[in-house]
Nanobody, 115 residues
Framework: QVQVVESGGGLVQAGGSLRLSCAASGSMLSINAMGWFRQAPGKQRELVAT???????NYADSVKGRFTISRDNAKNTLYLQMNSLKPEDTAVYYCRVIRGGYIYWGQGTQVTVSS
């Protein structure tokens, strides 16, 4: 079982920045992959960015060049640095952890970008 807790969401003006954090219980070294997803009202949940062993990363085209995913194995924490935020980035952001073939989700953190 993995406990996943996101934090760092909030209200920011367009062009601003936020950093999301995802704390995962247990050793990060046993985690196969982690990632950030988001879901806006009335829309399906979509991939934002993922990271896998050997620091392989993947980003949605809509966030490339603006968002950066990173992980700190010593702190068992995943981060999402979001710069140049746009109103269309407004959504609930979820952290996903894959370990041992199981998928775990956090409860989500709200990000609201005002124009």
């Amino acid at each position: 079982q993995v406990q996943v807790v996101e934090s760092g969401g909030g209200l920011v003006q367009a062009g601003g920045s936020l950093r999301l954090s995802c704390a995962a219980s247990g050793s990060m070294l046993s985690i196969n992959a982690m990632g950030w997803f988001r879901q806006a009202p009335g829309k399906q949940r979509e991939l934002v960015a993922t990271t896998a062993p050997r620091d392989i990363t993947n980003y949605a085209d809509s966030v490339k060049g603006r968002f950066t995913i990173s992980r700190d194995n010593a702190k068992n924490t995943l981060y999402l640095q979001m710069n140049s935020l746009k109103p269309e980035d407004t959504a609930v952001y979820y952290c996903r952890v894959i370990r041992g073939g199981y998928i775990y989700w956090g409860q989500g953190t709200q990000v609201t970008v005002s124009s």
